[in-house]
């Protein structure tokens, strides 16, 4: 039974190529991720108060540490929504040479982004948070992972009816964090 329930805005440029079929499979393999954390993502197309946005581009904008990668998020506490970036033109280019993988990195890295726009940092194990792209297959979370998004849950109002039982642990709040 799910933890609580996370609303997560996603929006797609045109430009991207994506199909419909796409972004949905797309959701759907974010959320079977965020599942094993007991946590059900409830998805938007539009932006909206109290939500973590995604948004995919074709390349992800010229923001500061971001640099070379697939995916950024931009999380500055009461100042914007936080917003997370998915560069799906770098990551189709990655991803053409490996076809076992085609679709699956889209999805880590905007399940990756989504974490970091929860306060969750680069991780030192393979994991969810683990920077190094070579794992996305095997995603999984970490005891660490599920232990910092447990404590997000606790603390935002984005997300209904957590568990008091969950252990808290306060995670870094990260203004830019990328993936790479």
Known sequence: MP??????SLLVSTNTGESQTAIRQLKEEVSR????????????????PQTLTITLLPAIPSIRGCESAFGCSVREVGTTTPTAFVATQAIW????????????????VVAHELG?????????????MFRNTGWSPLVRWTLTEKASLAAF???????KQPDPSIVQA?????????SR
């Open 170 to 178: 306060r995670p870094e709040a990260a203004d830019a964090r990328a």
């Open 153 to 159: 849950i606790t603390h935002t109002t984005p997300v």
């Open 116 to 128: 970091h726009l929860m306060g969750l940092t680069h991780g030192n194990e393979p994991g969810l």
């Open 93 to 108: 280019n990655y991803e053409r040479p490996r076809p076992l993988w085609r679709g699956r990195l889209l999805a880590f």
């Open 33 to 48: 991720i965020y599942e094993q954390a007991d946590l059900t993502i409830s998805w938007v197309d539009s932006s909206q």
């Open 3 to 8: 933890l609580s329930t996370l609303i997560v």
